[in-house]
């Protein structure tokens, strides 16, 4: 810290009067010629005793000076950021001052900005009125300090996980709904990390990623030939749910079964297998399950009607009885038709649905509901319409929120980001721990992830929305993870299902934080709440206890995405 002092001061000693009173008792005392001589010899002790005191209280009032120079100066810093200029900065400064030193006569001066505007330095100066020293002609001593504060230079990654899921289109509580609630605490927080159009070049730089998620995530159908997309169907997983035979023609991939159904992709994915579920490997066609299958919602048996979404025929059309699709699902498969490939030639339409559970929405994208990611991107605009397209509808799985936050920011993709400069437009990842070494700037690499609800998998045990499910030969509805059958996180059952799931994000969050990664949770209890698993589920994804926050209604939601900017922006004493 930089400071340079000329005098301090706190406050009168409580022993000043009496120390005087005495002086002033031995001064007028006539009992004698001993006691008029000790008190002349005394007069020059008092006054130095005297002395001692106002300068122990100018030692006191320097300290305190001080530490209110230190508050001002990064008070004045935040306020030349936010775009006003040195002298109505040193105007606030002054006010911080004397609020802090409680002394009217304390002021800012001389403040002085850097030619580059990152560093404010200031000085500050009091006095105090001396009790003793008054009475050699010093009836005041100046007080001075000085302190430079330095902006946050460091540049952002930012990486908005937002629950999209049907509740965050309840009340926030404070007239407005919980998706208006959390669109406006994320753009306050864009607004605070953005600096002034007065304000240097150097101000901190911020980039943003927007991931709206529910029961999956859409990464957006230009991505459908992106070389980290399963094309080939090479993962392991690429064919769960659905038979190949020999001897019948057979679609290529998933993305095959959507053009021979003339049906467009919905852009979601499912997530990759163990022992990449929960972690940024780069996907590379050396590595099969590093790649990303489409996710296409099974078409599921027409002989159970309480199934929640059958939307083709299984039988007759383009599947022919007793060919080799036929046989297999009756010997290798459910029996009941749900695993034939066949099927999938027919354009999927209300009269090829046998399900009076949900018929109005079936279709293999029913369990693609959000807007699609907005990769990492440090245009302003870009981010704030993201935010603004969302629109909640579908379950929460905060795991695919949470790993497809950290993948827009992570240097191992998917998203390459190229086109962009170092300010403006799309952005590449920066290495993890990354330092620019022209300026020593720090990159950090922040999650914030939103949620109104827990981890829910429709089928879950007392899962009372979903009780016909418990009719469903498949028990639970397919997500990013699929079916409880596929066992994607070990063996799942609606006994276990919402264990498993806290249990994935959280390794997830770990996983992340273990490589640099920063994470706060929020979680918003408008309305529905967070029950206590939950709300612990949040509190372990975070990087410690002063990064989750619970937010009861809509005014407090956006009060806490300005506190996570403050945090972040931070200015600090200049060395």
């Not at 990464?219 to 769960?240: E, F, K, P, Q």
């Not at 060919?323 to 009941?336: E, V």
């Not at 070990?490 to 799931?501: D, E, K, W």
Request: with cysteine.
């Amino acid at each position: 810290m930089e400071r340079k002092f000329t005098m301090a001061a706190g406050r009168p000693a409580r022993g000043a009067t009496a120390v005087l009173n005495t002086a002033r008792h031995f001064g007028a005392d006539r009992s004698g010629s001993i006691a008029m001589t000790t008190a002349i010899a005394a007069l020059p002790l008092m006054l130095a005793i005297g002395a001692g005191v106002d300068y122990a209280r100018a030692v006191s009032e320097k300290t305190q000076l001080q530490i209110g120079t230190d508050a001002a100066a990064i008070a004045g810093i935040r306020a030349v950021r936010q775009g006003v200029s040195v002298a109505t900065a040193t105007t606030v400064m002054t006010a911080v001052i004397q609020a802090d030193d409680l002394n009217p006569a304390a002021h800012a001066s001389n403040a002085t900005l850097s030619t580059d505007g990152t560093t404010l330095c200031v000085d500050s100066t009091s006095q105090i009125t001396t009790a003793f020293m008054a009475m050699a002609g010093f009836k005041t001593i100046p007080v001075g300090a000085h302190a430079c504060s330095a902006m946050n230079i460091d540049t952002f990654e930012i990486a908005f996980a937002i629950d999209n899921s049907g509740s965050m289109n309840d009340s926030a509580q404070n007239g407005q709904t919980k998706i208006a609630a959390a669109k406006s605490a994320a753009n306050a927080l864009i607004t605070a990390l953005t600096p002034a159009a007065s304000a240097s070049a150097a101000n901190l730089t911020a980039s943003y990623s927007v991931v709206p998620f529910a029961a999956s995530v859409d990464v957006g159908v230009a991505n459908a030939t992106a070389s980290w997309m399963d094309t080939t169907a090479a993962s392991s997983i690429h064919w769960n749910n659905y038979l190949r035979p020999s001897g019948v023609t057979l679609p290529a991939s998933r993305f095959a079964m959507f053009t021979n159904m003339s049906t467009a992709w919905g852009g979601c994915v499912e997530e990759r297998p163990s022992p990449y579920t929960v972690s940024d490997d780069a996907s590379t066609s050396a590595r099969p399950d590093t790649l990303y299958v489409p996710l296409l919602y099974p078409d599921e048996q027409d002989s159970n009607s309480a199934v929640y979404n059958s939307y083709l025929k299984d039988e007759g059309g383009t599947c022919v009885v007793n060919d080799a699709s036929y046989k297999a699902d009756k010997t290798g498969g459910t029996g009941d038709g749900q695993t034939k490939l066949c099927k999938y030639k027919a354009k999927p339409t209300s009269t090829n649905s046998s399900s009076r559970v949900n018929p109005s929405a079936n279709g293999p994208n029913i369990a693609c509901t959000t807007t699609a990611v907005s990769p990492l991107n440090a245009t302003k605009a870009t981010t704030t319409a993201a935010i603004a397209a969302m629109n909640p509808s579908g379950d929460t799985l905060l795991m695919a929120g949470f790993m497809w936050a950290w993948r827009t920011i992570s240097p191992n993709g998917p998203f390459p980001g190229t086109g962009g400069t170092a300010t403006s437009g799309p952005q590449v990842p920066k290495a993890y721990n990354y330092v620019n070494p022209t300026t020593g700037a720090a990159n950090h690499k922040v999650i914030i992830l939103l949620t109104d609800g827990m981890n829910h998998w429709a089928g879950e045990a007392n899962d009372a929305s979903f009780a016909s499910l418990q009719n469903d030969p498949n028990d639970s509805i397919y997500n990013a993870l699929g079916f409880f059958g596929d066992n994607r996180l070990g063996l799942t059952t609606a006994a276990n299902a919402r264990g498993l799931l806290d249990t994935a994000t959280v390794q997830a969050c770990s996983n992340a934080k273990a490589i640099g990664v920063e994470v706060y949770t929020v979680g918003f209890l408008a309305t529905d709440g967070i029950d206590a698993a939950g709300q612990q589920t949040l509190a372990s994804c975070a990087t410690d206890s002063a990064h989750t926050f619970l937010a009861q209604d809509g005014d407090e939601l956006v009060t806490v995405f300005q506190n996570i900017a403050a945090t972040l922006t931070k200015p600090r004493i200049a060395k």
